[in-house]
């Protein structure tokens, strides 16, 4: 017994550590699926849009997998999950949610994988993120989702319909996340797609298949200088003025859009700021705030 403690404390944290996310892999079912959008009835996860059909692929289906959108079997098991990501100027996009086994810990370092590959379709991107939530995200009546991901792919990290690609990131808890979200949650100007298939119809948007999801404490060593920069933006509903703080140290831009993505506002700052929105009409607006490289936040404001 002593030996066996000995030898577990010098693993990696990450060796031991428990999967928060349950039936990442897409293995365990309620019942096998009847069609390709039946994302329900794989064990813990749903759909949090109204809208779109995320599926399940299961070898116990009533249709022949891997389906019609491609060819690619699961990277392990039986099962695995599927979502659509988009294409240049379109809107429809699907997405993939699960409660985690228990709160995460305000502080602590988490790593969060999972394997990734690209349908049978014309378009190909880099845009999936992973989202982490305090609350349960249900019946979102939009393809577009107002949330500023934990977690994003790496620029460039294409998916292929041939290899299952590793998609990673670790981040920093605020604590209380309960839920966790896979998507495309870029706003449309900032997406990136590629053409993978020039032959299928140019409305055939990106797919990606998705397997063996895992999400595990770390050690904090050194991450915290790699976090994105937090974005403090109230009230919401807002009635005249927007109020954004911020510890980034450098010049940045609010753009804020209507629901069609026409840009309405784009101003600068640093630091805290205060945005007049009092001229706008009732309803919805979508928001991102950048530098002159990059997307560093998005978010939704009702007024």
Known sequence: MKLLLILLSLLPISAISQN????????DTVQCPVTMGDLHFASFWTNPSTLGTPDFLHYCA???????????????????????????????????????????????????????????????????????????????????????????????????????????????????????????LDSLQHCTYNILDSITPNNSGAYAYIDDVSLIEIVCTGL?????????????????????????????????????????IKTSFLKSHVVDVGFLSKGAYYYSIENSNENLYNGMFIK
């Open 62 to 184: 009533s249709y022949p997998v891997p389906g019609s959108f491609g060819y690619q079997i699961p990277h392990s098991g039986d099962g695995y999950g599927g979502i659509g990501l988009g294409s240049p100027g379109g809107i429809y996009r699907e997405y993939m949610a699960t409660p985690l086994t228990a709160p995460l810990i305000a502080g602590n370092c988490y790593h969060i994988e999972f394997y990734a590959s690209a349908g049978h379709h014309r378009w190909t991107t880099d845009d999936i993120h992973v989202y982490f939530s305090d609350t349960t995200v249900a019946n979102y009546p939009s393809f577009l989702f107002p949330f500023s991901p934990q977690v994003r792919n790496s620029i460039g990290n294409f998916l292929d319909s041939t290899n299952w690609t590793l998609i990673q990131g670790d981040f920093i808890a605020n604590g209380g996340e309960t839920f966790m979200i896979i998507g495309n």
């Open 20 to 27: 928060l996310v349950p039936n990442g892999n897409f293995e």
């Open 224 to 264: 915290a200088n790699d976090l994105e920069p937090q974005f403090n933006i109230f009230p919401n509903p807002v009635s005249d003025v927007l109020t954004i703080n911020t510890e980034y140290s450098k010049h940045v831009f609010i753009i804020v859009y209507d629901m069609s993505m026409k840009q309405l």
